[in-house]
């Protein structure tokens, strides 16, 4: 359970969720929305298009939904960019709609402000069941933990889940083989965490890490291709 989360403004103006049980927040205070398109879409989504033009439909697997910004970003991105995108999505502890409907992402920009209705649609729509939200994307959403899902071939694996000193569990070895045992021929696993042990553990999991820098208010990201 993720008990009395409190909406929080981080550095760029967008929320982000906090937990004080575990001091633990959902996003960099230095801006969540800068962290997410940073991250994710940039050096993630972006830079695997980048090379694989050819292979559609686009397949993301992402650990932990929680907000749905990285969803909705990625939903933004092939609807403007004309890729269709099958996203799968796990969330053992959803947020409640008293904290979801208040988050303020769909009103950083007009760009974004024409996106607010998919953005509740993400949320408003049932666990454990997929839909084709847009032309675009088709979302799978289940609330079920990294450790029990069943995992589909894999392009992108944004991996969002806390962080290894508030859930180390999340980072074992074991679990991240499950991961990247999903992941097709060169596929892209990118993360903010830029641990030595996590590095190590991809490593030795076969995955290839190249050195990129973080997003705002952090050095470095890890970013690790499965070369085939
Ligand atoms: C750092 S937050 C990021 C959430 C989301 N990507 C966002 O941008 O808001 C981590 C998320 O992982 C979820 N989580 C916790 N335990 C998990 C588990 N065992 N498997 C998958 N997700 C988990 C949390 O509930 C939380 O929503």
Known sequence: ???DPKIIVTDDGSHSVYLPEINESYHSSHGA?????HIFLLYGLEAWY???RDKLPLRIFEVGFGTGLNAWLTLIWAEQNNVPILYHTIEPFPLEKEIYSQLNYTQIDETLTHYNNQFQRLHNMD???????TD???????????EDVIMYGTDIVYFDAFSPK???EVWEKELLAKVVGAMNPNAVFVTYCAAAK????LQDLGLTLDVVPGPPGKKEMIRAWKLS
């Not at 666990?127 to 939200?133: A, I, L």
């Not at 996590?198 to 553990?201: N, R």
């Open 127 to 133: 666990w454990d069941s997929g839909k084709p939200m």
């Open 198 to 201: 996590v590095k190590k553990y």
């Open 50 to 52: 980048a090379r694989n």
């Open 1 to 3: 359970m993720n008990k």
């Open 136 to 146: 675009y994307f088709n979302i799978k959403k289940e609330q079920v933990k990294l």
């Open 166 to 168: 508030k859930q180390p």
């Open 33 to 37: 929305y800068r962290e997410a398109i």
